[in-house]
Structure formats: structure tokens, C-alpha cells
């Protein structure tokens, strides 16, 4: 990811593309787990921004609450400004697909107030 960025962006793009359609179950798990290690490890904003709105995506389009587990799990150790400005962003991104997410009153405020205007903009989509 660090070592040879230009190569790692690549292999992204590629399980992107593995990812823009249906999964199994038991892959959407794994694809999230990618998703969400790059969330937490990359030093690449705009990566991490598009990876948090994979694994929105993933979830709610294939129904899979261990995937809104997960993203929960992440969450909740999201606390610096940096990080909860790239969760908000993601979160503007794919509104349609952040309403499904409950998200717990422990969250940061900006976290939940984003989530929460996703649902009253969007709910009639689904």
C-alpha cells in the first residue's frame, strides 16, 4: 500500500470492478474487510474516501448487516477531525446507500448528523 502506491491503486481498481455488481454473501464480507483495512491504513485521502464508499455500497445493496457490523466496529474508533471529515465525505458521496446504516448515538456528532441527513434526504429510494 505504502511501498508502491501506483501498484496497490491499481489492484484497487481491478477489485472495484469485481465488486460493481452482485456478490455472494460470504464475499461481501471479505470485500468489506478489504475495504475497510484500506480505510484505516492508507495515507491516500482520496483512497480511503472511496474505499469507506465501497463498503457502503457493498452493505446495503447486498442487505448485509456484518457488513453494517463492521463499518460500525470502524466507526467507533474514528475520533480525529481528518478521519471523521473523510467518513462525512464518503457519506455525501452515496447518500442512497448510507441510509441503510444505523448509527449508534455514541458517534461522533458530525458522523451521526451525516448518516442521519442521508436518511431524511434519501429514504424513499429504496
Not at 40 to 47: H, K, Y
Not at 55 to 84: K, Q
Not at 85 to 102: D, E, I, N, R
Request: charged residues 25%.
Amino acid at each position: 500500500m505504502t511501498e508502491h502506491p501506483a501498484g496497490f491503486a491499481q489492484m484497487v481498481e481491478a477489485v472495484d470492478e469485481v465488486c460493481a455488481g452482485d456478490l455472494p454473501w460470504d464475499d461481501c464480507d471479505g470485500f468489506a474487510r478489504f475495504y475497510l483495512r484500506i480505510f484505516n491504513n492508507s495515507p491516500d485521502a482520496e483512497l480511503r474516501v472511496k474505499a469507506f464508499e465501497q463498503v457502503l455500497r457493498i452493505g446495503a445493496s447486498h442487505n448485509r448487516y456484518p457488513v453494517a457490523n463492521m463499518l460500525r466496529s470502524v466507526l467507533a474508533d474514528v475520533t480525529n477531525d481528518e478521519d471523521i471529515a473523510l467518513v462525512v465525505k464518503a457519506v455525501k458521496h452515496q447518500q442512497g446507500y448510507a441510509y441503510w446504516f444505523s448509527i449508534p448515538d455514541r458517534f461522533d456528532k458530525r458522523i451521526i448528523d451525516a448518516f442521519s441527513g442521508a436518511t431524511d434526504e434519501h429514504s424513499d429510494i429504496w
